[in-house]
């Protein structure tokens, strides 16, 4: 059975909430579908649950994490995030990957952080938003420009003025193109550009634009937390969204790896948030490049610092963020995937990584003909004459950015959401996986027996999954338990600590004395025990809070 979702448009809150519902009625045995937090506008935030029940409880297999649309704006990655829900269930039992995934693993899967504001940026008029629904468009700010579809045409995009003054001029190639005037540059008819919208208590000469105080959900986690960021919230987790995030991460402790989706970039966004490479844990900066050119391969996408290439001023390091809080503080593996990067598309040549421009005559005509072509009117709006009843005769027109820079058209959709999903998967595969290898039963004589266990971390990640976790002492050992019917543990105590077992990543080149040192992947335990008649049983149990666990019961024997 397949739930058929298009997935070459854009959902609003309702459709997207029937897919999903569509999903968890099809596939009741594979997903589970809950709601994590009611909205301000009382709306749920859907939250789904993957993973073969008869192969294990949850929390005794990897797991692993993804989100979208923390930011209210960023469509795609809502999409993606439904994709990977529907790749997942459509493809259980035809596709060798997703099948070994869903048995042996569990995803978790928030499609939409945001609803709230997601709709406010689905819908017409598109308000450039980026918080949550505490406030309506226009509450956040007190006085000064409220953007707002003054000529009702149905979008909110720039209104250019034109004053001697003014620092933007037309392109001379093409005149719907703004560029900004040079040093010194005079003699030209010269514009200013301001967001569509109307002027709060205007005092006539200057156009006041507040800082919008939307909020930034993404700064409101608590590891490094301060209410000096833009949008941080009152206290952290003060939002009911992120508050259900906290508990999502909370109540599943064995995550082990995340991708949080964002627009926009066409990167993957890697740690550290504050401090450069070289002040990183070595082997953890390792296994970021090592995932990231897995990402890479899949996506296009180049896996990048946000401190070291995203963070032009080192002044302005982003705090309170989901990441902070689940590597640096809970050393689980994040990434964050910024989609689609229209410049690219367009064919400009990647310069940098964060750029807020002014961009050149030629960028943006290549960027303008693109849109142009394969978005139309809902990506730029072409400028028209409108009578301002503050401004006097302006324009109104210029690009629509939630419809062009921050997500590509519906066509493009599927194969970006594809691809990221596919890595989603790899990351995921690449957990710690604890298995017994083998419980072998030595017969000692009379009726004593030695059991050996051997356990092993098959996966690529350690079982602490990185060094930070060491460092911060939330890395957990694997333990092994044997448990005795009808015969009695004489040697060796019940329960031992194997402490954290390496995996394949450690060993990424042959040994060196100069390089990373290897650290054990397997350990062997021993037992005696005594057996008390014909149907004496042991059971092992080998359990790693990431990375799952295994059990393998062994009959002694007379
Ligand atoms: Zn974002």
């Known amino acids: 059975m397949t739930v058929k979702i298009p997935f070459d448009t854009y959902h609003d809150y309702e459709a997207m909430t029937a897919h999903l519902h569509a999903l968890a009625d099809a596939y009741p045995k594979l997903c589970t579908l809950t709601s994590i937090a009611k909205s301000f506008q009382g709306r749920d935030v859907w939250f789904m649950t993957i993973t073969?029940?008869?192969?294990?409880?949850?929390?005794?297999?990897?797991?692993?994490?993804?989100?979208?649309?923390?930011?209210?704006?960023?469509?795609?990655?809502?999409?993606?995030?439904?994709?990977?829900?529907?790749?997942?269930?459509?493809?259980?039992?035809?596709?060798?990957?997703?099948?070994?995934?869903?048995?042996?693993?569990?995803f978790y899967i928030i499609p939409r952080i945001n609803p709230d504001g997601a709709e406010y940026a689905m819908t017409a008029p598109y308000h450039p938003w980026c918080g949550n629904g505490r406030c309506l468009p226009g509450e956040d700010r007190l006085e000064g420009l409220i953007p707002q579809d003054i000529d009702g045409d149905g979008y909110i995009v720039q209104m250019r003025v034109p004053d001697p003054k003014g620092e933007w001029k037309c392109d001379e190639k093409n005149p719907d193109i703004m560029v900004q005037r040079e040093p010194g540059e005079e003699g030209g008819e010269y514009y200013r550009l301001y967001p569509e919208g109307m002027i709060r208590n205007y005092d006539g000469v200057h156009v006041h634009i507040e800082m919008q105080q939307d909020g930034n959900m993404n700064r409101n986690f608590p590891t490094n937390w301060t209410p000096q960021e833009y949008g941080a919230g009152q206290y952290p987790f003060s939002e009911p969204e992120t508050a259900g995030m906290r508990q999502v991460i909370l109540d599943h402790p064995n995550i082990t790896g995340m991708c949080a989706y964002h627009t926009h970039g066409g990167i993957i966004l890697r740690p550290s948030m504050l401090q450069m490479d070289s002040e990183m844990s070595p082997p953890d900066l390792s296994l970021y490049k090592a995932l990231g050119e897995v990402g890479e391969k899949l996506t296009g996408y180049p896996t990048i610092s946000v401190y070291e290439e995203f963070t032009p001023d080192k002044s302005k390091a982003r705090h309170g963020t989901l990441t902070d809080w689940t590597y640096e503080e809970m050393g689980i593996i994040s990434f964050g995937t910024e989609l689609w990067d229209?410049?690219?598309?367009?064919?400009?040549?990647?310069?940098?990584?964060?750029?807020?421009?002014?961009?050149?005559?030629?960028?943006?005509?290549?960027?303008?003909?693109?849109?142009?072509?394969?978005?139309?009117?809902?990506g730029f709006r072409p400028w028209k004459s409108f009578d301002h009843p503050q401004l006097g005769p302006i324009e109104v027109g210029g690009m629509v950015y939630i419809w062009s820079y921050r997500n590509p058209p519906g066509k493009l959709l599927?194969?970006?959401?594809?691809?990221?999903?596919?890595?989603?998967?790899?990351?995921?595969?690449?957990?710690?996986?604890?298995?017994?290898?083998?419980v072998e039963v030595e017969a000692l004589g009379g009726d004593l027996h030695k059991v050996t266990a051997v356990v092993s971390n098959h996966g690529y990640l350690p079982t602490n999954l990185s060094d930070v976790a060491i460092q911060n002492k939330v890395a957990k050992p694997v333990t092994v338990t044997l448990d005795c019917e009808n015969a009695e543990l004489t040697m060796n105590p019940e329960h031992v600590k194997l402490g954290n077992l390496a995996g394949r990543n450690e060993r990424r080149y042959a040994y060196s004395n100069w390089g990373q040192q290897w650290s054990p992947v397997t350990k062997k335990v021993e037992w005696l025990v005594r057996s008390k008649g014909a149907d004496a049983k042991v059971t092992v149990t080998a359990a790693s809070e990431k990375g799952g666990t295994d059990r393998s019961s062994v009959a002694l024997g007379a």
């Open 52 to 106: 073969n029940p008869d192969t294990g409880p949850i929390l005794e297999k990897p797991g692993f994490y993804i989100d979208a649309q923390i930011h209210a704006e960023e469509h795609a990655t809502s999409a993606t995030a439904l994709y990977a829900c529907a790749y997942l269930l459509n493809n259980y039992g035809t596709d060798e990957e997703v099948t070994r995934l869903v048995d042996s693993q569990v």
């Open 342 to 378: 229209l410049e690219r598309t367009a064919g400009v040549p990647k310069e940098g990584y964060y750029n807020l421009g002014p961009r050149d005559a030629e960028t943006q005509r290549l960027v303008h003909d693109w849109v142009v072509e394969n978005v139309g009117d809902h």
């Open 414 to 438: 599927e194969e970006m959401c594809h691809n990221n999903v596919l890595f989603n998967l790899r990351h995921a595969a690449a957990a710690p996986r604890i298995e017994i290898d083998t």
